[in-house]
């Protein structure tokens, strides 16, 4: 669980977030979602302790940035939006989430190689596993990316808009990964400007506007008045008939 009170961040003596309190919870997907320059990854990076902020930020109680990089490492993992392509092959890539766990010898046992070759095959991504980063579309490297993370083995996960790059078919299969892991008790928070996966996906949808969370619940309480989705978005949603978990709502203009 990650608790937060009275957060207050920015950059270069500007304040970019400003939050009193709020909850992520174990077991959940939680959306956050708002228009770009809404404060989003912001707030990602100041749970993570990559920016500097005041007020009390607590992760299953514990001040994080109190500890070590191993344990923090173990606590949360992160996949920004945006990251380079390093010269690695897709299989050296996802063994990088295993170093928390490493001794100083660096080299993985079979748990470590059990747990890559398992986020491999939850992405798709097993198939592809010697080859080059650069050799692969940006989707894939993407999934690649991903299956680093839940190769990590944290009990939060942070994703900054996690199916950028992804065609569809991806998109649909990654989600459903999410909501998988979650369901195994992890604790998932994305950040989203797409409203009917978001709404549709997840457990819980908070929005964000001007650094501020402005609401938050469940899709069906957010969308009881429309016109609070539609403030921050400048447009709202309506359920749609169908049983797929990804499209319970489209857009309304």
């Known amino acids: ?22 909850t992520f919870n174990d077991g959940e997907i939680t959306a956050v979602v708002g228009l770009n320059g809404s404060g989003k990854s912001t707030l990602l990076k100041s749970i993570l302790g990559m920016n500097r902020y005041a007020g009390d ?3 299953d109680g514990k001040n ?23 010269n690695l092959d897709v299989y050296t890539l996802v063994c ?26 939850l992405t798709d991504m097993w198939e592809k596993r010697e080859k080059n980063l650069a050799e692969i579309s940006g989707g894939e ?3 690649a990316y991903l299956a680093m993370v839940i190769a990590q083995d944290t009990r939060m996960i942070l994703l900054d808009e996690p199916t950028t790059y992804m065609d569809i078919k991806h ?3 990654i989600l459903r ?22 709404f549709s996906l997840c457990d819980r949808v908070c929005l964000m506007q001007n650094g501020s969370i402005v609401a938050q619940g469940r899709s069906e309480e957010l969308l009881a008045d429309s016109s609070v989705v539609r403030s921050v978005m ?12 990804l499209y319970r709502y489209g857009i309304i203009q």
């Open 177 to 198: 990964v999410l909501r998988s892991l979650a369901d195994q008790g992890r604790g998932i928070v994305l950040t989203s400007h797409d409203l009917p996966q978001s």
């Open 1 to 22: 669980m990650i608790q937060i009170k009275n957060l207050r961040a920015g950059y270069d003596g500007k304040e970019i977030l400003n939050i009193p309190s709020l």
């Open 96 to 121: 990088h989430g295993r170093f928390p766990y490493l001794g100083f010898s660096k080299v993985l046992g079979q748990k470590d190689r059990d747990f890559v070759e398992k986020a491999l095959r």
């Open 171 to 173: 998109q649909v299969e």
């Open 64 to 86: 994080l940035l109190s500890s070590g990089h191993k344990t923090r490492a173990k606590t949360l993992a992160y996949l920004p939006q945006v990251h380079s392509s390093a």
């Open 57 to 59: 930020l607590l992760v």
């Open 141 to 143: 490297r993407q999934r």
């Open 234 to 245: 400048g447009v709202s949603l309506r359920e749609v008939q169908g049983d797929d978990f």
